[in-house]
Structures are given as C-alpha cells and as structure tokens.
C-alpha cells in the first residue's frame, strides 16, 4: 500500500540548532517527493520537491531533502533554524503525468523552536 | 509559482444551512482541482478530484451528496457543504494541477475554515 510515514510528531530544537525531519514512504512506481510547510491556520506552502536527477534538493527557505532510494526516505534538514521556522511540515508523495495522481500526505511533523 | 487562492477564509454558519467554498487558480487553467479536509493536528485528507466539465470523483466514505463539487470553468472549482452540522467544522483546503509545467505541479489555496454552530 501507499503511504508516508512522518515518526516524529513533534520536535523541538533551539534557534540556530540544526534540523531533521526524517519521512519515509512506501510507494509502487517511481515517486515524486515532495516537502510542505504550514503554519496555523494558513494553507500548504511548497518548501522543495524531487522529481529525479540530483538526489541532494535545494529548497525555499534554506531547507534541502535528500532523496535515498535505498532506505525509501526523503529526509529535510535545515543547518540553523530561525524562530520563524516553528510551522507544521508534511512530506508528500504522488505521481504525476497526464490526467492520474494526487499526493499522499505524511501526517505532519509539529516543529516548535526555542529561543 | 503559481496561485490558488480560495474564498471565503473563515465562514461561520448555522446547523442546517449551506455553504459555498470557492476555490480559484489565478494565473493559470487547471482542468483538475482537489479538495481535502484536514482535521485538527492531522494531515490532509482527499475528499474528492473535481474534474473541469465532468462530475467529480469522490474517495471512499465521503458523500457526495453532502459536499457538492462544481467545476464549471477551467479556473474556478467550488465545494458547497450542504445541510452543514457541527461535525463538518473543519479547514478545507483545494489545490490546482498547473498543466503547463511537464509535472502538473500542484499548488494549494490558503485553505477555508468552516465553523458550524
């Protein structure tokens, strides 16, 4: 079956502290991953996305995923994060092309960051 | 990037009465918009694929004759929530397929939280 797994429902870390939310997926064909981040009340925003190549992605914000075909991860990490960065994050997977597919959501990962 | 933009944000209805949830891409056409809910501190849920000129797909136990999907043009998509009751309170949120990118990238609305008293 299809699915995202996010295992850290809340983390906290202190500004300026390295970050890694780690997501794991299960998925048939070839996948299409993707990182979102929502903050209360707001809708998704796209923080970065791997379709392939380059298994190291840049993204939005100083986020970056990297792609492990091997462990089925797609893992995001920020070096320092800043206080603004306290949101909710999803990791996403879909297949895209013509007319099929839609995005399996992870069920998210609270990140709140101390001064 | 592309923008989705929804409306209203926040709508507050009484028990038994209809509401409208509008869902736009403004920059581009999407002949495919998605609708999910997302209850507190959970992740999004697929509720249906609304499809420009076609009647819309519904996932599993969501009944489509409760939450009504129009698609009448290539940029706006609406969702009406019909007889709502307390326990349709929830955030919607829809996203639009940009078709001109080669991945039909999604993009989302800010989302619509609905209170029904």
């Known amino acids: 079956a299809q699915s995202v797994t996010q295992p850290d429902i809340h983390i906290t870390v202190s500004e300026g502290a390295s970050l890694e939310l780690r997501c794991n997926y299960s998925?048939?064909?070839?996948?299409?991953l993707f990182w979102y981040v929502q903050s209360p009340g707001q809708g998704l925003q796209l923080l970065l996305k791997?379709?392939?190549?380059?298994?190291l992605v840049q993204g939005i914000k100083g986020f970056e995923a990297e792609f492990k075909r091997s462990q089925s991860s797609f893992n995001l990490r920020k070096p320092s994060v800043h206080w603004s960065d306290a949101a909710e994050y999803f990791c996403?997977?879909?297949?895209?092309?013509?007319?099929?597919?839609?995005?399996?959501f992870g069920k998210g990962t609270k990140l709140s960051v101390k001064p | 990037g592309a923008v989705v933009s929804q409306h209203p944000s926040w709508v507050i209805c009484k028990s038994g009465t209809s509401v409208k949830i509008e869902c736009r891409s403004l920059?581009?056409?999407?002949?495919?918009m998605f609708w999910y809910r997302q209850f507190p501190k959970q992740s999004l849920m697929l509720m249906a694929t609304?499809?420009?000129?076609?009647?819309?797909?519904?996932e599993q136990g969501v009944e489509k004759d409760k939450f009504l999907i129009n698609h009448a043009s290539l940029t706006l998509s609406t969702l009406t929530v019909t007889s709502a009751h307390p326990e349709d309170s929830s955030f919607y949120i829809c996203?639009?397929?940009?078709?001109?990118?080669?991945?039909?990238?999604?993009?989302f609305g800010e989302g619509s939280r609905l209170t029904v008293l």
């Open positions: 609304s499809n420009e000129g076609s009647k819309a797909t519904y």
């Open positions: 998925y048939g064909a070839t996948p299409y």
């Open positions: 920059d581009f056409q999407a002949t495919t």
């Open positions: 996403a997977v879909g297949a895209y092309g013509g007319s099929q597919g839609n995005l399996i």
């Open positions: 996203s639009a397929r940009d078709t001109r990118t080669i991945t039909g990238e999604l993009f």
């Open positions: 791997y379709f392939s190549g380059d298994t």
